[in-house]
């Protein structure tokens, strides 16, 4: 396979001339929304082996039924079934008839006081458990059909969308074990994934001398003291000297508690990179020439050793899940919307043809 298949051409970012710049896009996206539309999702609980307990937001359309395409989207850090671009593909996709499920990590969204230990890039085994849910929710939401001996529809009809770290997540969980993957998975597309954690780390200390660092450490901090307040039975490290960087915080606190030895180790085993020649499901990784935080080099020094399932699309600008793009390219302005969509139907469309 030539190097430049490996490489997706998607419809042009273009930013408008007010919003371009890496750092402008990625402080956009925080706070340009968009009209969100009014939660009305089923919320489902998971239980998980060791106790924890997450949370999975169901939308489904109106005559939705099994072997109809659905999704799962997952949120970045510090984020969840809120997040505003799930909240906006979640009615867009619906819209299309597609049954859309957002998941909350460990102790996020509605799941805030229902997990002791915390949600990190490599909890792709908390994904699998995810994954068997849904596909047991699809099968089984037709009891009339069901009752008539209807046969399940076998085809992949599950898409499956990771934004930045739970894009490593989803990644990490394709290609470390191909064989454990669902036969209902009929694609992933993960968007601005750090999937070399210990580069990235790297970039946000040396970005605006180390401000995106600082922002999260001081949310991820927080949300600890939250869950010690609600969940006196969580670990909780010795001593507490405020971390003043990501990397101090894992190493004080995610690394110990989810069962690694320093950070050093959480992001060499959890670092989706290594696992990327395995992967079988096709797959599209969506990044940005400019992204602060997840640099583009990440992925051009290792796309080579992909494997042939995996594109790489890499817009022109867009920041770190930014794309807030100029007026009439789109039916508005949140480009990475649009192109999810296309992706989405486009391997609908194939598989249509092949059967």
């Not at 047991?136 to 009891?143: L, P, R, V």
């Not at 101090?248 to 990179?273: I, K, L, N, Q």
């Amino acid at each position: 396979m030539a190097l430049t298949d490996r490489y997706l051409q998607l419809s042009p970012f273009l930013p408008p001339w007010w919003l371009s710049g890496a750092h402008r896009q990625t402080l956009a996206a925080g706070c340009w929304f968009g009209r969100l539309n009014q939660y009305q999702a089923i919320p489902r609980q998971i239980v998980f082996d060791d106790g924890d307990i997450v949370v999975v937001h169901d939308d489904c359309p109106p005559g939705w039924q099994p072997g109809d395409r659905a999704a799962l989207l997952m949120h970045g850090l510090n984020g969840s079934h809120q997040s505003p671009v799930l909240v906006r593909l979640a009615a867009k996709l619906t819209q299309q008839g597609t049954r859309v499920f957002r998941w909350d990590m460990r102790g996020c969204g509605a799941g805030r006081g229902l997990a002791r230990l915390p949600y990190h890039a490599g909890r792709s085994d908390d994904l699998a458990r995810v994954l068997e849910n849904i596909v047991c929710w699809c099968e089984t939401h037709d009891a009339t059909a069901l009752r008539r001996n209807r046969t399940i529809h076998r085809e992949p009809y599950l898409s499956l969308l990771g934004v930045s770290l739970s894009g490593n997540i989803l990644l990490k969980y394709l290609g470390e074990s191909p064989e454990r993957i669902p036969c209902e998975i009929l694609q992933a597309i993960a968007v601005n994934p750090p999937i070399d954690l210990s580069h990235s780390l790297g970039a946000l200390r040396r970005t605006l001398t180390g401000w995106y660092d600082r922002h999260f450490v001081g949310k991820l901090f927080s949300d600890l003291l939250q869950r010690r307040s609600q969940r006196p039975d969580a670990p909780m490290p010795e001593q507490w000297n405020r971390p003043r960087s990501l990397m101090e915080f894992d190493d004080w606190y995610t690394a110990p508690v989810s069962g690694f030895s320093t950070s050093r180790e959480y992001y060499d085993r959890s670092s989706a990179m290594q696992f990327m020649p395995r992967i079988q499901v096709p797959t599209t990784v969506i990044t940005s020439q400019d992204d602060p935080m997840v640099p583009l080099q990440m992925f051009t020094r290792s796309i080579e050793c992909w494997s042939p399932q995996v594109r790489l699309a890499v817009a022109a600008g867009g920041g770190h899940v930014g794309y807030i793009a100029r007026r009439g390219q789109d039916p508005d302005e949140f480009w990475l919307d649009w192109r999810i969509l296309e992706l989405m139907s486009r391997h609908s469309q194939e598989l249509l043809a092949a059967a």
